[in-house]
């Protein structure tokens, strides 16, 4: 039975309702009147059930999908700007218990078994930082005895401790396996940003095919994962379904059940929604799995998820390639990575053997990429102020609700840029950025703002750093 208080997976998340929100979603499709209700809704930008989105998800009208991928881009203007947020991932160890069929870190893939040791991390993040880099999100493998919460703790600690010239790690993200509440207060004792899981797939029978083995094999440890880390005192957490493997309306639509499922119970929906792809990877053909979707379905279900949850931030990595990103963009995408690599350890120095999670398709440096965002308009940003002011959870989403980015995380963005401008970019990006700055300074509205970021950034020209709001 369909319950989204429920703390049971298979109440929030129930079966029966998605079939038949998927059967709805096919009924509703051509009603060109019920469409254009639901957009009228979806123009208050208050969000929409899973239902309602699943019937925009599904109209194939061409005159109403360009109306919906281009509300989805107004929808992120409004709520944040131009603005797109840096990350970098970094792989702390391969070494894993479980069978995920689509990922090369399964146990007996064959693949090269890596995990970094604390003088590599530190090596590593000081080579993050002289890229630029200031929020990570570390990645690791499940193993109880390889890499115990104990190993991610004293990495975390290792990281946020790295001084190196000018940088600083200010966030780092945590995508580790589901674990336990007091597992997850230890990790936020530890001081960090999101907590990041990806369901995979929503399908249960489809999960349990595609994870035959170890602990993720249990659908429900890992579906009520958010729950145990919300009760942990995590206020921000991530979702993900891996695109690629099941039907994508099926795990759209469970998605959505899911950020309705923490909002009922916790009172704030997810902080951030990632919409990655299964892609080619050591002993990982994509072209196995059922479930497959064109770019430009993908771009799609990334429009209807900006429309169903407006205040979510969406995350792309460099699974995808230049002109996916670009397009995804367009749709709401608020936060890529770039200059990422995937194998365990690699941005010190190449590694030895391939330990890589999945190909890369953007290749490019971090450095290319700022310039390529600053060539569209957007303001690049390694601004992680919200998190260290304690402005998580419902605050967070409060600020994003009253349309407040534009006065705390706007004029952020601007000094975090001239920061990276001043200390990493390259000649044009710095030139570029440069301008960009000056442009975007008229665009904040307060007056007293504008003269104290025009203040900070002649201080940052001095020397100093990390100056927020
Ligand atoms: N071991 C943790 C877990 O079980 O959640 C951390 C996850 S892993 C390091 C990060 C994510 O990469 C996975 O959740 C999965 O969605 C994704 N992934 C695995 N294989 C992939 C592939 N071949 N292509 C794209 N993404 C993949």
Known sequence: MYNPQSKKAEEFISHDEITETLAYAQRMKNDRAAVDDILVKARETKGLTHREASVL????????????????????????????????????????????????????????????????????????????????????????????????????????????????????????AATTVENYRKLRDAGIGTYILFQETYDKAGYETLHPKGPKHNYAYHTEAMDRAMSGGIDDVGLGVLFGLENYAYEFAGQLMHAEHLEAVFGVGPHTISVPRVKPAYGVDPGSFNGGISDELFEKIAACIRIAVPYTGMIISTREGRQVREKMLQVGVSQISGGSRTSVGGYDEAPEEDTRQFEVSDTRTLDEVIQWLIGFGYVPSFCTACYREGRTGDRFMELCKRKQILNCCHPNALMTLKEYLTDYASVQTREAGEKLIEQELERIPKEKVRDIVRKNLGNIENGQRDFRF
């Open 57 to 176: 998800l599904a109209c194939d009208d061409p005159e109403k999908v360009e109306e919906i991928f281009s509300l989805a881009f107004a929808i992120k203007q409004e709520f944040y700007g131009n603005l797109i947020v840096l990350f970098a991932p970094l792989y702390l160890s391969n070494y894993c218990v479980n069978g995920c069929l689509y990922c090369p870190y399964h146990q007996n893939s064959g693949i090269a078994r890596k995990k970094l040791t604390q003088e590599e991390i530190y090596a590593e993040t000081v080579a993050l930082q002289d890229m630029g880099h200031k929020r990570l999100a570390i990645e690791a493998g499940e193993d109880p005895v390889n890499n115990p919460i104990e190993y991610i703790l004293e990495s975390l600690n290792t990281i946020y401790g790295v001084k190196h010239k000018n940088g600083a790690i200010r966030r780092v993200n945590v995508n580790i």
